[in-house]
């Protein structure tokens, strides 16, 4: 026997609340379809002032490597976003606080027994700049910067200290909530003009993930979609045990042990808020961080994709701390795993060789082009390690590269001497789904100059020395 329904007002409330749910479920879905990133399309390409200047940074200095850029036609081929990072904010030395704008607020008035009262409470405004270091504040100088014809970059350090601040001061942001700080910042930066925004995270209250990640959809929602997020921080890494340190019931997430399996998972948010994500230690102009930098990205290629691309940081040819050979090497790697290229050394003092090869057409094209996948690690037989990357369905890139005894892998060589590397078979590096029977046409980016009258076969054989690299365009494979 079936009861009738009951349409009294207990029904028409169930009915109510049904409905309230499917608009409610119906808006969230809207939400999550509608987030995302602002659309990079490419990786991004510029100039950053972290390791050129580190805090000793100035407008006069920023000013004069944009002129290079400039002059030597790097601008034109597409290294347009200029990235100032840590030492802009002027530092309240009395707090340990970035220095900010302060005003007083009156936000009402009352009459108690016939007398006025003003109601009013303190706010803080802006950051602060250091204006020994940018004279006319931080707004002028995006306006100068873009003047030239380049994008406007920013940093934060995603709390109200900097990271090398008295421990005393962490968390600030956290601690003080009811200050809004960082909708604040996020008005100031729009007003200044910002096309990028680092986001770091140094001195949070706490390494949990979940900060992290809270953090970051704030940043998101705070900051309009055309504004590139280069999320700085450890988040985004694939979770690799670090030791036994644990701290809030996370275990740490540990740059210097990288996974390369593991590096293929990362956190759901992390694409949904980021367009550049940050997956390496800080870059140092030295071969063992270059390398730490190259293994960061490894097994990220499925990942790395328009819209969200994995970061090993800056490329550094310093003229005094790396080789042109190494300096090469790491402009090779950062471009066949379509990773950002974004020079952080004083190129005012570089080599015009050195700037050729940064504005490499050939090399270029292989970072910017995506077909069905970031480049990646095909494979690694002790220091010899090859890269490749499809660009089309009848082309793609490969690069052999000589890690050094000190960075080999599996069975092969261990040597800092120079190797011999063939293919073997041509199978062993062409593309699933590419005919490769007999023979492929060959572009050796770094010798001849882009013609493709070389040929590549199965027993093509090269001598690489210890920490150089072959950078190959192959097409045409029959």
Known sequence: MHRKQSSGPKSRIVSFWLALSCLSAFLLLGQTVSAGTANLSKPLMGWSTWESFAKGLSEDKILANLDVLTRSGLRAKGYRMVQVDDGWMRMDRSTGWIARENYTERSSITLKKGIA??????????????????????????????????????????????????????????????????????????????????????????????YSEQAMRAWRALLPRDVIIYNSRYGCLAPVKCGRRKTGGNIYRCPHDVNFAQNRRITPYCHQTADIARASVDMKPHWPNIMAGIRSVIGRGAISRPGFWS????????????????????????????????????????????????????????????????????????????????LSATEFALLILHAGKAHSMGKGPKTDAAVKWSPGSLQAVVPPGTLAQHSCKLNNIWQNGGSMDDMLFGNTTFTIEARDSVFLIVSGCQ
């Open 117 to 210: 009262t003003f109601s009013s409470k303190r706010r803080v405004g802006c950051m602060l700049p250091d204006l020994e270091k940018f004279p006319d504040g931080m707004k002028t100088f995006g306006e100068r910067v873009k003047a030239r014809g380049f994008q406007y970059g920013l940093y934060t350090s995603g709390e109200d200290t900097v990271c090398d601040s008295d421990p005393t001061f962490k968390g600030f942001y956290a601690s003080t909530s009811r200050f809004n700080l960082r909708s604040i910042d996020a008005k100031c930066f729009i007003d200044w003009g910002v096309d990028l925004m680092k986001i770091d995270m140094c001195n949070a209250p706490t390494r949990s993930f979940a």
């Open 311 to 390: 970061d090993p940081d800056y490329l550094v040819p310093h003229p005094e701390h790396l080789s042109f050979r190494e300096a090469r090497s790491q402009f090779s790697a950062w471009c066949i795993m379509s990773a950002p290229l974004l020079i952080s050394t004083d190129i005012t003092k570089v080599s015009d060789q050195t700037l050729e090869m940064l504005g490499n057409t050939n090399a270029i094209r292989v970072n910017q082009e995506y077909y069905s996948g970031a480049g990646d690690l095909l494979y690694a037989t002790g220091v010899i390690h090859v890269f490749r990357k499809r």
